[in-house]
């Protein structure tokens, strides 16, 4: 079965500084992946998508990912992060004819 | 206006009482799921619907049930609601591409005392 995990729960970063969210998934199929993200008291919008046409993704607000099949990853980044970045950022896996599979997301604090 | 919308919002019900979420889209989508939300497990696909006439269990589907009205409208039934349903629900709609992607309602925050 197709699964993606996130690495940490919580992270931190100051204004200005790199963003990096990790996610690694398991998939037996070449995997379509997704980045979505949920501000506060709102649903979920898609950030970005990995759907083999290009191995680095660029999204919506700055965010991009690269997809990498020799370490099963497809982390999120964001060269400078800003303080409206702050929210909680889901990896998804594709799984066939049924829905999306997520991950148990990481939530982003930015610092001022 | 939103793409897509749910109501209520918020609900607070008790054990035991049937409850029903509603979800309409405006997107001319025919696929629509529910999810559910728990903090630090992320989402959970409850049921998901390809058309009106295409209803599938998802990973979490015991103790709820669906009914798909019309290709705009899909709603969520808990027939006896316990302490564990307690969450926060989620519906999205989808075009029928692999690739396509899930516009999600606002959610719905259910408390089941």
């Known amino acids: 079965a197709q699964s993606v995990t996130q690495l940490g729960s919580h992270v931190s970063v100051s204004e200005g500084a790199l963003v990096l969210l990790r996610c690694n998934y398991s998939s037996s199929v070449p995997p379509y992946l997704f980045w979505y993200v949920q501000y506060p008291n709102q649903g979920l919008q898609l950030l970005l998508k990995y759907t083999s046409a290009a191995t680095l993704v660029k999204g919506i607000n700055g965010f991009e990912a690269e997809f990498k099949k020799s370490e099963t990853s497809f982390h999120l980044t964001k060269p400078s992060a800003h303080m409206s970045d702050a929210a909680e950022y889901f990896c998804a896996v594709f799984t066939g004819r049924r829905a999306l599979t997520f991950g148990s997301g990481t939530r982003l604090q930015v610092q001022p | 206006d939103a793409d897509v919308t749910q109501t209520p919002r918020n609900r607070i019900t008790k054990t035991g009482k049937r409850i029903m979420l509603e979800c309409s889209q405006t997107k001319g989508h025919d696929r629509m799921y529910w999810y559910r939300q728990d903090p630090g497990l992320g989402l959970r696909l409850i049921y998901y619907?390809?058309?009106?006439?295409?209803?599938n269990k998802g990973e979490i589907s015991d103790g709820y049930s669906v009914s798909r009205q019309a290709q705009a409208k899909f709603s969520l039934s808990l027939e006896s609601a316990i302490p564990n349903q307690t969450a926060l629900y989620f519906c999205?709609?989808?075009?029928?591409?692999?690739?396509?992607?899930?516009?999600f309602g606002p959610g719905t925050r259910l408390t089941v005392l």
């Open positions: 999205a709609t989808s075009g029928p591409g692999t690739t396509d992607t899930q516009y």
């Open positions: 619907s390809f058309d009106v006439k295409d209803i």
